[in-house]
């Protein structure tokens, strides 16, 4: 075998080209993965602002259904004793400065006007509360994803589950087709 200056050379130049392919592919590589997790970040930040949202919007209809709730059970009182405040009530029953008791059972309800107008507030409450949970599920999941901005969705999540706990637990157990302990057993 015949070993010379210039095979040498020329081994060194090959190596050295081999280096720089595989520096320039990792490099390039490199770009694409901090390009996706750049990309996969702004798409969770967008998703946390839309989810915040939605979460004020649900926040809004709960509590305009939970006074409506309230509203009605203090009109079913009355009528129990005679129906001499139901004027008042209609009037006192407000959200956001409008009357929302009177928009939701009219002027003079009766028995079967409030009893249809209980199982109505209750579905609207239920709704309200399943897509709280949607969200928290959702939020959750954005956690696992292990992105940045987890105090964001550490502040979303308590927004969620204030919600949750501030939510008429009576009527929750009613609507919700869940059962507790089968819940609780799966969970565990």
């Known amino acids: 075998m015949k070993v010379s200056i210039e095979s040498i050379l020329g081994s060194a130049r090959r190596i050295a080209g081999q280096r720089r392919e595989d520096e320039q592919g990792r490099e390039g590589r490199g770009g694409e993965v901090r390009t996706d997790s750049v990309s996969i970040e702004n798409r969770i930040h967008g ?3 839309t989810i915040q ?3 004020r919007d649900i926040q809004h209809s709960l509590t305009r259904n939970q006074i409506v709730s309230d509203g009605i059970g203090r009109l079913g009182d009355d009528m129990a004793r005679g129906g001499g405040e139901t004027g008042r009530i209609l009037d006192e029953t407000r ?14 309800p009766d028995t079967e006007t409030l009893s ?4 109505r507030v209750g579905r609207l409450i239920g709704d309200d509360i399943n897509r709280l949970r949607r969200l928290q599920v959702e939020a959750e999941n954005l956690l696992a994803a ?7 969705i550490d502040r979303l999540m ?10 008429d637990t009576g009527s ?9 302990d089968s819940v609780r057993r799966l969970v565990r």
């Open 47 to 49: 998703r946390l602002l």
């Open 53 to 55: 949202g939605e979460l």
């Open 95 to 108: 959200f956001e400065g409008n009357p929302v008791l009177r928009a939701f059972v009219g002027d003079r």
């Open 116 to 119: 249809a107008a209980r199982e």
């Open 146 to 152: 292990g992105g940045r901005g987890g105090e964001a």
């Open 158 to 167: 308590g927004g969620i589950e204030s919600s949750l706990s501030r939510a």
């Open 172 to 180: 929750i157990a009613r609507i919700s087709s869940l059962n507790a």
